[in-house]
């Protein structure tokens, strides 16, 4: 039971963090019973955050740009498509006063977000009405992974189109992808981390491809870190597979299932992101999810416990114990690396599994961003965003020092208050189309493209552009 004793050991926790412990640790359980009885499951019942390899099954997309990429301006190619982009939904309350009240109400809840060197706070706001809706769609962009294309896949409802974040106390302006493009020339940014970067980075491009097509460069054998250029521009887009930032060897097929556990070597760095480091000038870096997954953990080549390991004769120590140590090895590599560019680090994300979990018949149904009261954040999701921010306090002071410009990511607020934004069902290419009661997994934890997270672009601009 070290775990709990870890955990109680944080101080910021009280009673209930006791009894939590050991709600994870049953769910840990769960994990494990899944994965080991696997085959008996769909092949598709992969867990949303294992994420295996869609893009490897589509690897298409690299096919489907093959003409030579035309640099086409803003102005030339138009606005997407008037059918492409469903209208607001009348029943869309754009009532201002009455979401803000609401996320207001929410804030006290969260933990804040470090201000943006002083400046306003770019993570503290709302969603507001934003009628021209998003700036691509299924249609405009091919770069949209089958999990995430909502639109393609037969999502009816389209309010969840139709936000856009607002800072309570600055302006932000809207992504400009040409400006982007622009400034960015010559540079190389990577984004670093799990399939929640991996999401990201296809609302980054599709919104540049707005202004001129991606050509996919380079994919790895699976097809999970690749890189693209826009030619015009000599920029360049990589994302880099790398689950948990450190070492690990990861016994798992397409389909999310494993065979054994994680071996995760807390005292070494993946070098799938390291070796490239010193060749980005910018960098999102982020991890989270996948430290809940059974693993074993190695310092200096040994095991020294595990999460999740019944019969194996190895202490457990719960997850806390590896994040920490990891996260704090990963934090501390960027802080005294000597980068000269500019460094991300991205929290974990929130999920919004409601009447259970991933794997457990958990959905997300909400249609509009929440109301008053609606969404608190996960316990689970507060324990990862708790060591993520203290890590990052510390790495920033030793960044500091050393000259490197680390500054910090935290959607947390900016995505509870989008519960709307999640696949859901429509994961899947028209779930309901054989049976309109079918049985299908939910994914309450990425986000449709377009959808809330192409936001994160806007205030990204702001700080690597205009900050
Ligand atoms: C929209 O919200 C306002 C303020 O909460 C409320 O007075 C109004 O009835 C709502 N309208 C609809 C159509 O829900
Ligand atoms: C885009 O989604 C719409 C439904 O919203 C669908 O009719 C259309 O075929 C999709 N197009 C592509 C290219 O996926
Ligand atoms: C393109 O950018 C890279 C750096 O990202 C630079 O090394 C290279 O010289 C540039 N190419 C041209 C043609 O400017
Ligand atoms: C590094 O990338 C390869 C290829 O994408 C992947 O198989 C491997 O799991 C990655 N390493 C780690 C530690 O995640
Ligand atoms: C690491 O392991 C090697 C060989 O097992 C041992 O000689 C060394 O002292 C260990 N280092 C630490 C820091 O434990
Ligand atoms: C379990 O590990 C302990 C300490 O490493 C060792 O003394 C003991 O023999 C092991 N038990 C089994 C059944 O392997
Ligand atoms: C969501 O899950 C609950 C509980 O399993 C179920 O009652 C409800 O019908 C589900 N909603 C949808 C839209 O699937």
């Known amino acids: 039971m070290k775990v709990i004793w870890r955990l109680k050991s944080l101080n910021k926790y009280n009673n209930w963090m006791f009894k939590l412990a050991i709600a994870i640790l049953f769910l840990g359980f769960v994990f494990r019973f899944f994965f080991y009885r696997s085959t008996s499951f769909e092949p598709n019942l992969e867990t949303p955050f294992v994420d295996s390899t869609e893009w490897s099954k589509e690897p298409v997309s690299s096919v489907e740009i093959p003409k030579p990429p035309q640099p086409v301006t803003v102005d030339t190619l138009g606005p997407p498509l008037a059918g492409d982009i469903p209208k607001p939904p009348a029943s869309v309350n754009t009532s201002e006063a009455s979401l803000s009240a609401d996320v207001r109400e929410h804030e006290d809840e969260t933990p804040q977000a470090e201000p943006n060197d002083g400046k306003c706070d770019l993570f503290t706001g709302d969603w507001i009405p934003n009628p021209s809706g998003p700036m691509y ?17 037969g999502r009816t409802d389209s309010g969840y189109l139709f936000w856009r974040w607002n800072p309570r106390d600055c302006e932000l302006p809207p992504f400009d992808a040409q400006r982007f493009l622009e ?38 054998e699976e097809y999970k870190s690749k890189r ?34 994680v071996q995760l070597h807390l005292d070494k760095l993946d070098t799938n992101w390291t070796n490239l480091y010193q060749s980005f000038d910018y960098m999102i870096v982020s991890t989270g999810k996948w430290f809940l997954k059974a693993a074993i953990y190695h310092e200096n080549d040994t095991a020294v416990g595990c999460h999740i ?81 203290t890590e990052f306090e510390k790495a920033s002071a030793k960044a500091a020092e050393n000259g490197v410009n680390l500054k910090l990511l935290d959607f947390t607020n900016l995505l509870l208050s989008r519960p709307d934004g999640h696949p859901g069902p429509y994961r899947q290419f028209h779930p309901f189309a054989q049976d309109k009661n079918a049985k299908v997994q939910n994914d309450c934890l990425h986000w449709c493209l377009p959808g809330p997270i192409d936001y994160w672009n806007d205030v990204i601009m702001e700080m690597a552009v205009n900050g």
């Not at 980054?204 to 460069?217: D, F, K």
């Not at 997850?319 to 000269?340: C, G, W």
Request: net charge negative.
């Open 137 to 153: 769609t299924n249609a405009s962009c091919s770069l949209i992974e089958g999990h995430q294309n909502c639109m393609r896949n």
């Open 183 to 220: 400034v960015m020339r010559n540079k190389r940014w990577a984004l670093i981390g799990d399939s929640i970067s991996r999401n990201h980075v296809q609302s980054l491009l599709c919104i540049l491809s707005t202004v001129e097509q991606a050509v996919e460069v380079y994919h790895d």
């Open 228 to 261: 693209w250029h826009f030619p015009s521009y000599n920029f360049t887009i990589s994302t880099i597979w790398s689950p948990f930032l450190v070492k690990a060897a990861i016994f798992e097929d397409n389909n999310g299932v494993s065979t054994t556990e």
């Open 309 to 389: 390991c019944p019969g194996k004769n190895l202490t457990e120590k719960g997850f806390v114990f590896a994040y920490e140590k990891a996260l704090r090895y990963a934090m501390n590599f960027i802080a005294t690396s000597k980068h000269e560019g500019l460094i991300f680090f991205r929290t974990s994300t929130p999920d919004h599994f409601e009447n259970g979990e991933w794997h457990n018949g958990g959905n997300c149904t909400k249609t509009t961003p929440a109301k008053e009261g609606e969404i608190e954040l996960k316990d689970l999701n507060k324990i990862l965003r708790n060591v993520e921010l």
